[in-house]
């Protein structure tokens, strides 16, 4: 077992996949020799060969067809786009061919691409490096929308995506790449998709997060312990198919919510679980639902990164004021 960072574990699980598969292949803008902007993938065309690790040229959308045509062909082919915001010409392909492959062809073709990008802020990176697309993507019918908080989730994530047999989108939050190491062992076991984990219990207030935004969230946890508040933590992990099951079951033990994402409030992944929430478990529920998140406007240069991005002050606000409802 090794302790590893959430990029290095990033790179493990596509080694152990390469190596377990030989129809895993990995494809993208400066993949092979450079190892990838972030390094993602070094040390895989040593290994594997210009076969099975492919520099692209600069065209997303072209890839990306490329990568689904190859899955509906037998191969597992794993796409890295250099940023998040590099992605969308890459939602014509997602959204009219993988999304739906295996509904046009009633089932006789499946498509088992995996999308990786580095997304979000926090790096202090330019414009349309640091976005948090992730409502966009989980709005695709058939497109699965996945996202590690820590390196182990990455690691077995990873692998569950790699080998599931339609698309997914899976998002790594390069504000944490490096942040801490975690141990993980490198064994090829898998971690499920299409369920959040509950990474520390509490009977009063619930706070759900995915990605970058879970450290956050544990630190608010530790605050909160402070001031006699037993905050839960939930980690959606896969926001589509969303688990609501598991959310509705933490709310219905602490009666309040506070969903702290990075992406815009409007029309996004938190909307969606408040109306989960109040649809079914409304009487569940001791205080509105609460979101802590970005603004609904683009994200902004490096020195306004600090304002727009949520912090743990703004998380423990939010949660002070779920506890003032009784």
């Not at 077992?1 to 790179?11: D, F, G, K, P």
């Given at each position: 077992?090794?302790?590893?960072?959430?990029?290095?574990?990033?790179?493990?699980?596509?080694?152990?996949?390469?190596?377990?598969?030989?129809?895993?292949l990995v494809l993208g803008e400066?993949?092979?020799?450079?190892?990838?902007?972030?390094?993602?993938?070094?040390?895989?065309?040593e290994r594997f060969g210009p076969?099975?690790?492919?520099?692209?040229?600069?065209?997303?959308?072209?890839?990306?067809?490329?990568?689904?045509?190859?899955?509906?062909?037998?191969?597992?082919?794993?796409?890295?786009?250099?940023?998040?915001?590099?992605?969308?010409?890459?939602?014509?392909?997602?959204?009219?061919?993988?999304?739906?492959?295996?509904?046009?062809?009633?089932?006789?073709?499946?498509?088992?691409?995996?999308?990786?990008?580095?997304?979000?802020?926090?790096?202090?990176?330019?414009?349309?490096?640091?976005?948090?697309?992730?409502?966009?993507?989980?709005?695709?019918?058939?497109?699965?929308?996945?996202?590690?908080?820590?390196?182990?989730?990455?690691?077995?994530?990873?692998?569950?995506?790699?080998?599931?047999?339609?698309?997914?989108?899976?998002?790594?939050?390069?504000?944490?790449?490096?942040?801490?190491?975690?141990?993980?062992?490198?064994?090829?076991?898998?971690?499920?998709?299409?369920?959040?984990?509950?990474?520390?219990?509490?009977?009063?207030?619930?706070?759900?997060?995915?990605?970058?935004?879970?450290?956050?969230?544990?630190?608010?946890?530790?605050?909160?312990?402070?001031?006699?508040?037993?905050?839960?933590?939930?980690?959606?992990?896969?926001?589509?198919?969303?688990?609501?099951?598991?959310?509705?079951?933490?709310?219905?033990?602490?009666?309040?919510?506070?969903?702290?994402?990075?992406?815009?409030?409007?029309?996004?992944?938190?909307?969606?679980?408040?109306?989960?929430?109040?649809?079914?478990?409304?009487?569940?529920?001791?205080?509105?639902?609460?979101?802590?998140?970005?603004?609904?406007?683009?994200?902004?240069?490096?020195?306004?990164?600090?304002?727009?991005?949520?912090?743990?002050?703004?998380?423990?606000?939010?949660?002070?004021?779920?506890?003032?409802?009784?």
């Open positions: 077992m090794s302790a590893l960072t959430l990029v290095e574990a990033v790179r493990t699980a596509l080694a152990r996949a390469m190596a377990e598969d030989p129809s895993v400066d993949v092979g020799k450079d190892g990838g902007v972030f390094r993602a993938t070094e040390g895989l065309f076969e099975r690790v492919l520099d692209t040229p600069l065209s997303e959308a072209l890839f990306t067809g490329l990568a689904v045509g190859l899955g509906a062909q037998g191969f597992r082919p794993v796409v890295e786009f250099q940023f998040d915001g590099f992605m969308y010409p890459a939602i014509d392909q997602l959204v009219n061919h993988a999304g739906r492959l295996r509904t046009r062809t009633r089932g006789r073709l499946s498509c088992p691409i995996v999308l990786r990008a580095p997304y979000g802020g926090g790096i202090r990176a330019p414009e349309h490096h640091s976005e948090s697309p992730e409502g966009l993507f989980a709005a695709i019918p058939g497109v699965r929308t996945v996202i590690p908080s820590s390196p182990a989730k990455a690691y077995g994530l990873l692998l569950a995506a790699i080998r599931d047999p339609d698309p997914v989108v899976f998002l790594e939050p390069k504000r944490i790449y490096r942040a801490f190491r975690e141990e993980v062992a490198d064994d090829g076991s898998e971690l499920p998709l299409d369920r959040c984990f509950l990474l520390r219990e509490g009977n009063d207030l619930t706070l759900v997060a995915w990605g970058a935004m879970i450290p956050l969230c544990l630190q608010a946890a530790e605050r909160l312990a402070e001031e006699g508040v037993r905050a839960e933590v939930v980690d959606v992990a896969t926001l589509a198919p969303l688990d609501k099951a598991t959310i509705l079951q933490s709310v219905a033990k602490t009666g309040r919510c506070v969903i702290v994402h990075e992406a815009p409030p409007s029309f996004g992944p938190g909307a969606e679980i408040a109306a989960a929430l109040a649809r079914e478990g409304i009487f569940s529920l001791l205080a509105p639902v609460l979101r802590v998140t970005a603004f609904d406007v683009p994200t902004p240069l490096p020195r306004l990164e600090d304002v727009f991005l949520p912090a743990v002050e703004d998380v423990l606000e939010a949660c002070r004021e779920a506890m003032t409802h009784r």
